[in-house]
Structure formats: structure tokens, C-alpha cells
């Protein structure tokens, strides 16, 4: 995570906060600020897999998250319902975040791997 830090934030120029969330075990991640509303995080594989309750597999050049950050739980609750009724697998049903959000994962019909997560901190713009 160093290493991606120093390559978007230094490399790159991202704007960043740096690594936040080493308090929590599996919570350590790095979000850069690409344009208003748009984000991208860097979280350890090990961790990504644990939260979503995936298998952490080897690496591949298609591995990646496509998280969609919204502006309530019940936002959430209703992406996630939305994506089970059009052929999802729910890997890690909507629940209440340890960091004080409130998320959920699904694998979409060709494997890809989403969450849908709620941030409290974030003021989302329509």
C-alpha cells in the first residue's frame, strides 16, 4: 500500500489524506480524490478479500473493486436488492460497517467484484 501511495499521491499527484484506518484490523485504505464524487481506494488484497468474504486468489491484470459510493443505507439496501434480482451473488450481505458506513458486496454476472457502501463522512452530490 506504501508503494501505490507514494505512485498516485507523489508519481501521479493525487490529492490524498495518506493511509487511514491502520486502528482497525483489515481497515487500512488510501482514497485520492480524482474529481468530485469520483474516488479511487487502494486497500491491501488480503483485506479486500476478508471484508467481502472472497477467497483472496493469485494476482491478475483484471483483478480490481468497482465500489459505488451512495447517499444512504437505504440506497444501499436498494442497489443491493436491485443487483439479486438481476442475477447477482451476494457475497457479503449489506450490514452496518465497522468504521461507522454501512456497505455490501456482490459479484455481477461475470465475476466482477462491487460494493455498495454508504460513507457518513461524505457529502454526496446529486
Do not use: C
Not at 27 to 38: E, I, K, N, S
Not at 39 to 48: F, G, P, T, V, Y
Request: hydrophobic share 40%; charged share 25%; proline share 5%.
Amino acid at each position: 500500500m506504501e508503494r501505490s501511495l507514494t505512485f498516485y499521491r507523489d508519481g501521479l499527484g493525487l490529492p490524498t489524506q495518506g493511509i487511514i484506518g491502520n486502528e482497525f484490523e483489515h481497515g487500512a485504505v488510501v482514497f485520492f480524490d480524482l474529481q468530485a464524487g469520483v474516488k479511487l481506494a487502494i486497500w491491501n488484497r488480503r483485506d479486500l478479500a476478508h471484508e467481502a468474504k472472497v477467497p483472496l486468489a493469485p494476482r491478475s491484470s483484471s483483478e480490481f473493486t468497482i465500489g459505488h459510493n451512495v447517499g444512504s443505507k437505504e440506497e444501499v439496501d436498494r442497489i443491493m436488492g436491485l443487483a439479486q434480482a438481476a442475477g447477482a451473488e451476494i457475497t457479503d450481505p449489506a450490514h452496518d460497517a465497522f468504521w461507522g458506513g454501512y456497505s455490501g458486496h456482490f459479484l455481477d454476472p461475470d465475476g466482477h467484484l462491487w460494493e455498495i457502501v454508504w460513507n457518513p463522512d461524505w457529502d454526496l452530490q446529486d
